[in-house]
């Protein structure tokens, strides 16, 4: 997919706004939750710790660059969703500082855009207003997070 076929969700519209957190472990444990089974989860600009780049290398998928992200020559990994794969990322996520994991994470269905989160663990998750409240409000609370609409005329 090229760069001009993603539909990313864009800021200056409607969309849910998720408090950062820092809690990566707890945050991948939460995707089931709002990604549906058919989503890919993306990490940009991580380490190449050995130990993050082997399992990205057994579980990724091919896929191409999510534009906005660093443009640079750092790590890109595209995962289908699976509760199994996440958690072990989330416990190899235990052993590792989050930033070593990505620093921008997205999910995606196709080339949908659900989930931004550009600069991670820092700025705040935007998720597309496809998504239902309920489903926003019942990750949110896995995590422990506020959430809010954000509404544009």
């Not at 057994?58 to 750092?74: E, H, L």
């Not at 989160?117 to 409240?133: H, L, N, Q, R, T």
């Amino acid at each position: 997919m090229n760069n001009n076929d993603w539909q990313l969700i864009d800021p200056e519209k409607s969309h849910w706004q998720i408090d950062a957190t820092k809690d990566l472990p707890s945050f991948l444990r939460a995707v089931p939750i709002i990604a549906p089974p058919t989503g890919i989860i993306y990490f940009e600009s991580g380490s190449t710790d050995e130990e993050i780049e082997s399992f990205f290398m057994a579980n990724g998928i091919d896929g191409g660059v999510i534009p906005m992200g660093s443009y640079d020559s750092t790590p890109f990994y595209h995962l289908p969703i699976s509760t199994d794969k996440l958690e072990e990322l989330a416990q190899i996520a235990e052993r590792h500082c989050e930033v070593e994991i990505a620093a921008h994470i997205h999910i995606y269905c196709g080339n949908q855009l659900i989930l931004q989160w550009y600069d991670a663990f820092w700025d705040p998750i935007v998720v597309s207003k496809e998504i239902p409240e309920e489903t926003v409000k019942r990750f949110c609370d896995q995590l422990s997070l506020h959430f809010e609409a954000v509404e544009t005329v």
